[in-house]
C-alpha cells in the first residue's frame, strides 16, 4: 500500500490532483483511514495512475478515462483500444504530443492483450475471471425484465466506433439478472429476479435492437425464458420468440464504474422537479466533453434545507452540479411512474445519482459538466 504522498512521488500526479480524482470516482484510493481520513493507494493503482496521467495529457475527457480504467482493470484490452482509437479520430491535426502518449499506451497494450470471446464467466473468487463458451438457460419474471429494459434502454450508446456499448448488458449472477447500458456521458443499471440458474456469473452483450425486440415480447406477465448458448442469446414468451448473436466484445466493468465518493442525497418530486427543469435557466453550448456536441445545461444544487434546485446565472455555488438537461430529463421518464426519486450529489466532478426510493438495484448516473466561468 503506498500514502498519498508516495503516491503521487511515484505516479507523477501531484496530491491535489490525486484528491480531485477521487472526488470524481476515477482512481479511488483502496482504504481511506476513518479516523484520520488519509488515503491509501494499492499496487495496482500505481500503473492506473501512470496511465491516467498519459490519457488527461492526451486530451481524454474523464469519462471515457473511467471507462479506460475499469478496462485496463479487467483486461478488456479491445474495448481500451477502441476508445483511444475514438478519440484520436476526434483530436485535431498537429497534436503531436496527444499522439506521442497514445503511442506509448499502446506499446503497453501490445504485452496485456489476450483473445477474447464473445462470452465470458466470471467466479467472484476474489474478483478472478475465467473466459469459456456455456450454456445457460433460466425464468424471469416477465414483469421485471420489462421494467429493466425500459429503466436502461435510454442510456445504450449509438457510437459506430464503439459498437460494446450499443447494446444492453446481461449480468446473470446467482438469481438476479442485472442488465445495464451506458454510452460513457450516462448509465443505468436494473434489476430482474431470475430462477433455474446456480452455475458461475455469466455475462453477456445484447445488441439495442434485439433487446428491443425481446422488450416487444413482454406484453403479459407470464414468466419468461432466457437461453445463452454460447454467443446466441433467445427470449421465449409462450409461443413466440426472439434470438440473435452476441456483441462480440467485453463490456465494461460496470460495478468499478458504479463506486462513488459518498455525497448529500434529497429527495425530490418528480413532477415538480420536471417542471422546474423544463422551465428553468439553462447554459448553452458548454457540453466540451461531451462529444464536443451543443446541448442545453442544468446547473443544480442543494440548499440547506434539503431541496434540489436549478441555478440561476451568476450562482457560484461552489458545490453545484451541471448535467446535459435532455439526459436528466430521459432518466426522471426511465425511472417510471414515481412520485419521488433521490438525487445523490457528490463532488461537481462526480457523477449524480438518481436513484429509486424502494430499491438500491435500479439507478442512473450522468457524468458532469466541468463550468468554465
Not at 26 to 34: E, G, H, M
Not at 56 to 72: E, H, K, T
Request: net charge negative; glycine share 8%.
Amino acid at each position: 500500500m503506498r500514502s498519498i504522498g508516495e503516491m503521487a512521488r511515484d505516479s507523477g500526479l501531484s496530491v491535489s490532483t490525486l484528491r480531485f480524482y477521487d472526488g470524481a470516482g476515477v482512481l479511488v484510493p483502496a482504504w481511506v483511514d476513518p479516523v484520520s481520513g488519509y488515503r491509501w493507494y494499492g499496487p495496482e493503482q500505481l500503473e492506473e495512475s501512470r496511465l491516467l496521467g498519459r490519457l488527461r495529457r492526451a486530451g481524454m475527457p474523464l469519462a471515457d478515462i473511467r471507462l479506460v480504467l475499469a478496462g485496463w482493470s479487467s483486461a478488456d484490452t479491445d474495448l481500451v483500444r477502441k476508445l483511444l482509437e475514438a478519440h484520436l479520430r476526434r483530436l485535431e491535426r498537429g497534436l503531436s504530443d496527444a499522439r506521442s502518449e497514445f503511442s506509448a499506451v499502446r506499446a503497453l497494450l501490445e504485452c496485456r492483450e489476450k483473445p477474447m470471446t464473445a462470452l465470458r464467466t466470471t467466479t467472484t473468487d476474489a474478483d478472478a475471471t475465467a473466459t469459456a463458451t456455456a450454456t445457460v438457460r433460466l425464468t424471469v419474471s416477465a414483469p421485471e425484465l420489462a421494467a429493466a429494459l425500459d429503466s436502461v434502454r435510454f442510456a445504450a450508446g449509438t457510437d459506430p466506433d464503439l459498437p460494446v456499448l450499443g447494446g444492453v448488458l446481461f449480468d446473470i449472477e446467482g438469481d438476479a439478472l442485472r442488465v445495464v447500458a451506458t454510452d460513457r456521458y450516462r448509465m443505468a443499471v436494473a434489476r430482474a429476479g431470475t430462477s433455474g440458474h446456480d452455475g458461475p456469473r455469466v455475462q453477456v452483450v445484447v445488441p439495442s435492437p434485439l433487446a428491443d425486440a425481446m422488450r416487444a415480447l413482454l406484453s403479459d406477465g407470464a414468466p419468461v425464458r432466457l437461453a445463452v448458448d454460447g454467443g446466441r442469446v433467445t427470449l421465449e414468451a409462450g409461443d413466440r420468440q426472439t434470438a440473435g448473436q452476441c456483441v462480440d466484445h467485453d463490456f465494461p466493468d460496470y460495478r468499478r464504474l458504479v463506486r462513488l465518493p459518498a455525497g448529500r442525497r434529497a429527495l425530490v418530486d418528480v413532477t415538480a422537479f420536471r417542471a422546474a427543469l423544463e422551465s428553468g435557466p439553462v447554459r448553452a453550448g458548454e457540453a466540451r466533453e461531451q462529444e464536443g456536441v451543443s446541448c442545453d445545461l442544468s446547473v443544480l444544487k442543494v440548499t440547506a434545507d434539503g431541496a434540489v434546485t436549478v441555478c440561476e446565472d451568476g450562482d457560484d455555488d461552489r458545490h453545484r452540479v451541471a448535467v446535459n438537461r435532455a439526459f436528466l430529463l430521459h432518466a426522471l421518464a426511465a425511472a417510471g411512474a414515481r412520485d419521488r426519486l433521490v438525487l445523490e450529489f457528490g463532488a461537481p466532478t462526480a457523477p449524480l445519482a438518481i436513484r429509486r426510493t424502494d430499491t438500491e438495484d435500479a439507478f442512473s448516473l450522468l457524468m458532469p459538466v466541468r463550468l468554465e466561468d
